[in-house]
């Protein structure tokens, strides 16, 4: 399957919302949260018009959304320097395997880098499936382990 990746617009907005709670349903760590579609709409209406925030789509040829990739930009609190940071990534489950995920991943360290970043940080930590496939496609990218992550909810 071919797909092309670009910048979301405002006009995407009602699908990254469907997206975003298809990733919320798969995530079972969230089962306990509920899901906001208005917040979620008011958060990538900002992150559209915001220069330090950007929202990646891969999409196919009639124009079905595959997968997406939302981040940042960030300083670090000691440092001026720009550090590119993922919000989340999301690959719907019948395009999983056909490196949307790095495609979309290439797309933000490209953008990462045209703004002057210094490096980027990205995680794997969704719990939606075993780990390995997104670890080695970090890894294949030059990535290597930076911490790890930890979830507490009450």
């Avoid at 939606?128 to 382990?145: C, E, K, T, V």
Wanted: glycine share 10%.
């Amino acid at each position: 399957m071919q797909f092309t990746i670009r910048v979301a617009i405002d006009l995407d907005l009602f699908r990254l919302i469907q997206l975003g709670e298809e990733y919320f349903h798969e995530v079972s760590r969230w089962s306990s949260f509920s899901y906001n579609h208005e917040k979620v709409m008011k958060s990538a209406m900002a992150a559209i018009d915001h220069d330090d925030h950007i929202i990646f789509l891969a999409y196919d040829k009639q124009n079905n959304i595959l997968g997406f990739m939302w981040g940042c930009i960030t300083s670090q609190v000691w440092s001026d320097d720009k550090v590119g940071h993922d919000v989340f990534i999301y690959v719907r489950p019948q395009a999983r395997g056909m490196e949307i995920g790095k495609a979309l991943i290439i797309a933000f360290l490209d953008w990462c880098k045209s703004r002057g970043c210094k490096g980027v940080q990205c995680g794997a930590n969704s719990g939606i499936q075993d780990d390995a496939p997104a670890i080695n496609m970090y890894r294949s990218l030059g990535f290597g382990p930076g911490g790890r992550c930890f979830n507490l909810q009450f």
